[in-house]
């Protein structure tokens, strides 16, 4: 299933995108769409039978917001460096473990709403990433097959990162990564079953109308199912909780001098296939 949000900041209310592109109203079934829907077996079939019957209301899309596909998460996980050609790019040898770092929930906005670039920064770049959402809680995982079986589902995401804050301002990664609307989702969370090989996904972002990242999640250095199990020994993973899982070569902070990080006006579109695409315009904070 295609899941969604729709409505205006801090008011969305929960959808479903049918097979033949229908919007549909999953309000009276299930108040939204988070990590108790997605842990709840019974409710997502009840959901997916009353769209296989055609019971759910029809919603008008026109000129209705998408918001992010996931509300009330806990927490969102980074993995830092996780493709061979990224690290290659910035010169950077593949980590023996994952690298690890934690962005704020409230940095999260929806597929198409405006991204701010900090007041100061000069080195905004864009990152387009496979999002893995939690559908069972996860703590001391044995294998990665079992921390497959604890993903929910999988949204799009752009990791958008400031690479002065990030990599020249001493401390952690975090200061880089958590300035407000850095977590564009959506526009849709698509349930596991959706997608049977996470590792074989393409991955592109445009950046107005230029290609800049053309990657395949095939190249993941720590594939999904072993990030879960991974993280699983060092924190527990919980429904509706969301990871990161890094980002393909083409970001700006590895193209040549003088290097193209993002200005106010620029436009970044993102997309997976199966999972939708997002378009930011970057303005000024």
């Excluded at 900041?9 to 939204?32: C, F, I, K, N, W």
């Excluded at 019957?53 to 996931?70: F, I, K, Q, T, W």
């Excluded at 496979?130 to 809680?137: D, E, H, M, P, Q």
Aim: contains cysteine; hydrophobic residues 40%; negative net charge.
């Amino acid at each position: 299933m295609k899941l969604l949000r729709v409505g205006p900041a801090g008011s969305e209310r929960p959808a479903l995108l049918d097979q033949d592109g229908t919007l549909r109203d999953l309000s009276g079934l299930v108040t939204d769409v988070d990590g108790a829907l997605l842990a709840d077996d019974s409710v997502l079939s009840r959901v997916r039978d009353a769209a296989t019957a055609g019971e759910l209301a029809v919603l008008d899309a026109e000129g209705l917001r998408v918001g992010s596909p996931v509300g009330r998460i806990g927490k969102i996980v980074g993995i830092g460096l996780n493709y061979h050609g990224h690290a290659a790019e910035v010169g950077a040898q593949a980590p023996p473990e994952p690298i690890v770092f934690l962005k704020s929930p409230d940095t999260v906005v929806g597929p198409d709403d405006t991204v701010l670039i900090p007041r100061g920064s000069v080195k905004t770049d864009w990152e387009a990433e496979l999002g893995v959402v939690i559908g069972a809680t996860a703590r001391y995982l044995d294998s990665a097959e079992e921390g497959l079986a604890h993903v929910g589902g999988y949204v799009l995401a752009n990791d958008v990162t400031e690479r002065a804050f990030q990599n020249e301002r001493g401390g952690t990664w975090d200061k880089g990564k958590n300035c407000e609307t850095f977590t564009p989702l959506g526009p849709w969370l698509v349930t596991a079953d959706e997608v049977p090989d996470p590792q074989a996904l393409d991955v592109r972002l445009w950046v107005n109308g230029e290609l800049k990242q053309d990657g395949h999640t095939s190249d993941q250095i720590f594939p999904v199912g072993e990030v879960v199990r991974y993280l699983s020994h060092f924190m527990t993973l919980y429904p509706g909780d969301v990871i990161v899982t890094g980002t393909p070569a083409g970001v700006a902070a590895g193209q040549p001098e003088p290097k193209p990080f993002l200005r106010a006006g620029d436009v970044v579109e993102v997309e997976i296939e199966g999972l939708g695409r997002q378009r930011q315009e970057f303005k000024g904070a």
